[in-house]
């Protein structure tokens, strides 16, 4: 039977960056999607990259901080290894914050007047309210996800899809490998990056949860109408560069019903036209729900199990896309037996009762 170094749960954008820096090390790879690889939360995410001391938790802010600084390095690397664009942009947030966000202490971001939006975005309608300018990128997760994807294959990753694992394998109280339904893997070191499935898989039982977000895809009059994410407490917009623009989003707890509904979706696209008025005349082209992996902290899962050669990469909830780069670096490390470069001890599976 075949063995790997590692065997990766989860082809999600998170598995699939740990693969390439595994990789990048000399390991052997294994992935095993119970899917599509990228086709779950990755797949639906609306690709801020929110890095923003007042809706950031405190505990998480050093490694968001420097997940959003790598990314422009890890795009390219991805692009130049999978020959495919990610549609990173870099030009910025335009946002019309809550009233208890500009009470924040910690609150960021430059004051823009009625002329300075205007110069900004002509198209965009002026709310009677607050605005500022965040100095934030955007990323598209679908095509990040899908260069991920060739790029581990390029590297020489592994993948099994179609069929989910069922269990640890363990000998002589260690990881050994994992069981699916038909079929098991042997790997002296596995890694849970299953996202909202991460709890199913025993023996563990990690408390992820799906928290579900819909969302709404216009394709723009014009593919210049909009350059800014633009935030507000109705919607936000995130304009893409092949002229689509996403208007998001919701959290619900609806279990695993990815089912969008019409209430929603003229919700949001009533908003989309009260902020930028010629989206009255933007088609729809698709709206779909995605299921982030929630915790009951609302931090991340990182670091190893209580079975030895057991990890668990998962629980990062709406920041999956941003802290990709970081976790694929402090997660690789801690497998090869370095020390990360951040300290864990917040996000350790410890935390939770077994």
Same mark, same amino acid.
């Given at each position: 039977?075949?063995?790997?170094?590692?065997?990766?749960?989860?082809?999600?954008?998170?598995?699939?960056?740990?693969?390439?820096?595994?990789?990048?090390?000399?390991?052997?790879?294994?992935?095993?999607?119970?899917?599509?690889?990228?086709?779950?939360?990755?797949?639906?995410?609306?690709?801020?990259?929110?890095?923003?001391?007042?809706?950031?938790?405190?505990?998480?802010?050093?490694?968001?901080?420097?997940?959003?600084?790598?990314?422009?390095?890890?795009?390219?690397?991805?692009?130049?290894?999978?020959?495919?664009?990610?549609?990173?942009?870099?030009?910025?947030?335009?946002?019309?914050?809550?009233?208890?966000?500009?009470?924040?202490?910690?609150?960021?971001?430059?004051?823009?007047?009625?002329?300075?939006?205007?110069?900004?975005?002509?198209?965009?309608?002026?709310?009677?309210?607050?605005?500022?300018?965040?100095?934030?990128?955007?990323?598209?997760?679908?095509?990040?996800?899908?260069?991920?994807?060739?790029?581990?294959?390029?590297?020489?990753?592994?993948?099994?899809?179609?069929?989910?694992?069922?269990?640890?394998?363990?000998?002589?109280?260690?990881?050994?490998?994992?069981?699916?339904?038909?079929?098991?893997?042997?790997?002296?070191?596995?890694?849970?990056?299953?996202?909202?499935?991460?709890?199913?898989?025993?023996?563990?039982?990690?408390?992820?949860?799906?928290?579900?977000?819909?969302?709404?895809?216009?394709?723009?009059?014009?593919?210049?109408?909009?350059?800014?994410?633009?935030?507000?407490?109705?919607?936000?917009?995130?304009?893409?560069?092949?002229?689509?623009?996403?208007?998001?989003?919701?959290?619900?707890?609806?279990?695993?019903?990815?089912?969008?509904?019409?209430?929603?979706?003229?919700?949001?696209?009533?908003?989309?036209?009260?902020?930028?008025?010629?989206?009255?005349?933007?088609?729809?082209?698709? &709206?779909?729900?995605? /299921?982030? *992996?929630? @915790?009951?902290?609302?931090?991340?899962? #990182?670091? !190893?199990?209580?079975? $030895?050669?057991?990890?668990?990469?998962?629980?990062?909830?709406? &920041?999956?896309?941003? /802290?990709? *780069?970081? @976790?694929?670096?402090?997660?690789?490390? #801690?497998? !090869?037996?370095?020390? $990360?470069?951040?300290?864990?001890?917040?996000?350790?599976?410890?935390?939770?009762?077994?």
């Amino acid at each position: 039977m075949q063995t790997w170094d590692v065997i990766i749960i989860g082809g999600g954008i998170i598995g699939l960056s740990l693969s390439i820096a595994l990789r990048k090390r000399g390991a052997t790879v294994l992935i095993v999607e119970r899917g599509e690889p990228g086709r779950e939360a990755s797949h639906a995410a609306g690709g801020m990259l929110v890095d923003s001391p007042f809706e950031t938790a405190p505990a998480l802010q050093l490694l968001a901080t420097a997940s959003a600084r790598m990314y422009p390095e890890f795009a390219y690397e991805l692009e130049a290894e999978s020959g495919m664009k990610v549609d990173l942009r870099d030009y910025g947030t335009i946002l019309f914050p809550p009233d208890e966000h500009l009470h924040h202490p910690q609150f960021t971001g430059s004051p823009l007047s009625s002329a300075d939006l205007a110069e900004l975005e002509p198209e965009l309608a002026i709310p009677n309210r607050p605005a500022f300018f965040l100095k934030e990128r955007c990323v598209d997760p679908r095509a990040l996800t899908a260069a991920a994807l060739q790029a581990a294959k390029n590297r020489g990753v592994d993948f099994r899809t179609g069929d989910a694992v069922q269990s640890i394998m363990q000998s002589a109280g260690r990881v050994c490998g994992v069981a699916r339904t038909k079929v098991a893997h042997r790997g002296s070191k596995v890694v849970n990056c299953a996202g909202a499935w991460a709890g199913d898989i025993s023996p563990h039982a990690f408390p992820t949860r799906p928290v579900k977000g819909q969302m709404l895809c216009l394709a723009m009059p014009s593919r210049t109408l909009l350059k800014h994410v633009v935030r507000s407490p109705q919607a936000y917009l995130i304009p893409r560069s092949d002229g689509r623009l996403l208007v998001g989003a919701t959290l619900e707890e609806a279990g695993f019903d990815k089912r969008t509904d019409s209430d929603t979706m003229q919700r949001f696209h009533k908003a989309a036209i009260a902020l930028v008025p010629k989206l009255a005349d933007a088609r729809i082209l698709e &709206d779909w729900a995605g /299921l982030r *992996p929630g @915790t009951p902290d609302g931090l991340p899962i #990182l670091g !190893e199990t209580a079975t $030895p050669g057991y990890y668990v990469a998962t629980g990062h909830f709406r &920041d999956g896309i941003l /802290l990709a *780069p970081i @976790t694929a670096e402090v997660m690789a490390a #801690l497998i !090869e037996g370095r020390k $990360p470069e951040f300290d864990l001890t917040p996000f350790s599976p410890s935390r939770f009762p077994s």
